[in-house]
T-cell receptor
């Protein structure tokens, strides 16, 4: 069964700390998403990766295709970063017909204490 | 642009009732999808569509129907509500498919008694 595993499930840190959230998956993928779900429930896309590294402000996402692993880093964390961070993948198939599906991890709940 | 909109925000149903959750987007996206989110579980795909007239099942399609008569709208129908369908439902869209940036609606919280 194709699975997406995230770690840790919960993370509490002090303001200013460097944060790392991990995502691993079981088979080859064509795309990996990092999403943020706010305490109010809204979901926002942070990154979409197929290789390498992307950076947006204090957020950095990396992916290692060979190791089937991705990380989301937050530098100089702030209480407003408190949210659930979700990893999702689109698995690679020979044919893309019927393959427009995302499989999600269960999320990492991040709490940043002032 | 309003982005992705969902109605209603909250709904209470009795077992056996039917209803339609509405989802609309004004970004001319071809790909639209429905997910349910339950405590302790990741988002799970119910149905998706890659364009008007084209739909396909996701991971948990039983008890739900969809149709896509226009690019803008992708309603989700619960045929006969069951308590197991109590959940938060999210609609999402993107230009072409699951390999692109996804835009999510605000969600519909459904309680089935």
């Amino acid at each position: 069964k194709n699975e997406v595993e995230q770690s840790p499930q919960n993370l509490t840190a002090q303001e200013g700390e460097f944060i790392t959230i991990n995502c691993s998956y079981s088979v080859g993928i064509s795309a990996l998403h990092w999403l943020q779900q706010h305490p109010g429930g809204g979901i926002v896309s942070l990154f979409m990766l197929s290789s390498g590294k992307k950076k947006h402000g204090r957020l950095i996402a990396t992916i290692n295709i060979q190791e089937k692993h991705s990380s989301l880093h937050i530098t100089a964390s702030h209480p407003r970063d408190s949210a659930v961070y979700i990893c999702a993948v689109r698995y690679w198939r020979i044919s893309n017909f019927g393959n427009e599906k995302l499989t999600f991890g269960t999320g990492t709940r991040l709490t940043i204490i002032p | 642009n309003a982005g992705v909109t969902q109605t209603p925000k909250f709904q209470v149903l009795k077992t056996g009732q039917s209803m339609t959750l509405q989802c609309a987007q004004d970004m001319n996206h071809e790909y639209m999808s429905w997910y349910r989110q339950d405590p302790g579980m990741g988002l799970r795909l119910i149905h998706y569509s890659v364009g008007a007239g084209i739909t396909d099942q996701g991971e948990v399609p039983n008890g739900y129907n969809v149709s896509r008569s226009t690019t803008e709208d992708f309603p989700l129908r619960l045929l006969s509500a069951a308590p197991s369908q109590t959940s938060v439902y999210f609609c999402a869209s993107s230009y072409w498919g699951a390999g692109e940036t996804q835009y999510f609606g605000p969600g519909t919280r459904l309680l089935v008694l």
